[in-house]
């Protein structure tokens, strides 16, 4: 077999991998459109939620809970599938130097990664969402795991809170790093003036209504940090995929090059044979 055979044979199993790689972009840049529509009407939700319970707290200060004695949690929220580049690695080296009480951690890999490294494994590792419709599942089962943790008893207690959770995910496309705090929640309520001067109009106890909000906020909040770190995850992936795609066609290009080659040193072979033939009849 030829040698430009060989390298058409190689040519042709890049193709393939080049193929089946483009489609993958493809669903990635599709995902990212769906989930920019999902994140965009969650986090206003959240907005809303936030600046409602902002304006009660304002005439219910004693409410919130405190932070004193809390048990630091993190949880982290990775990627549950390849082709992202150093996205687990980067949020395990983010809490490398800060002290906590355990981790979450939100992707099947990134518990793995945890496993392995000289830190204490995640007390909890949950199977991250590779689309957006399967967040609802990932949410609930966050959801219950942080119930396990009994960390919200008595959420409308005033005194300390058994653990204080901090949520570590990519925040936007660039790739930095936020760390958010959602419980307890609502951290800058002390750093800002009441915008009404009378109290909101409630149906409710003040401590059941705020026991309510909290679960509300949580949920909504939850929702909306998997959501944008998804987005995160397929635009990660889709900058690694992009490259790969890249590199591939500049192989073939190098590849087709190099036939050409081979094919030119074939046929002055050939050509040289039926000269030698020629003239030795």
Request: hydrophobic letters at 40%; proline letters at 5%.
């Amino acid at each position: 077999m030829s040698q430009s055979h060989d390298l058409q044979l190689h040519i042709t199993q890049l193709e393939e991998i080049r193929a089946i790689l483009n489609s993958m972009k493809n669903l990635a840049f599709m995902e990212i459109h769906k989930l920019t529509r999902y994140q965009s009407m969650q986090s206003q939700t959240v907005v809303n939620i936030e600046n409602a319970a902002m304006d009660f707290l304002d005439f219910y200060p004693n409410l919130p809970i405190g932070l004193d004695s809390a048990k630091h949690i993190y949880i982290l929220v990775g990627a549950e599938r390849g082709f992202c580049g150093d996205f687990n690695e980067s949020l395990i080296i983010t809490i490398a130097d800060k002290s906590h009480s355990g981790i979450i951690a939100i992707g099947s890999r990134l518990g793995n990664r945890l496993s392995s490294e000289n830190s204490p494994p995640a007390i909890a590792v949950i199977s991250g969402a590779n689309i957006a419709e399967e967040v609802p599942a990932v949410l609930t089962e966050l959801i219950n795991t942080i119930n396990s943790l009994k960390e919200m008893n008595n959420p409308t207690a005033v005194g300390q809170a058994e653990i204080r959770l901090t949520v570590v995910y990519h925040g936007n496309i660039s790739g930095c790093i936020t760390l958010r705090q959602i419980f307890p929640p609502f951290p800058l309520q002390q750093q800002r003036k009441p915008s009404y001067g009378y109290p909101p109009l409630i149906n409710l106890d003040a401590a059941e209504f705020y026991s309510d909000l909290v679960h509300h906020y949580l949920f909504a909040v939850l929702h909306e940090i998997l959501y944008i770190s998804l987005i995160a995850e397929n635009h990660s992936r889709l900058q690694h995929l992009e490259g790969a795609v890249k590199h591939l066609d500049d192989e073939t290009v190098n590849l087709h090059r190099k036939i050409q080659i081979y094919r030119q040193e074939e046929i002055t072979e050939e050509i040289e044979v039926i000269l030698l033939n020629s003239e030795n009849p």
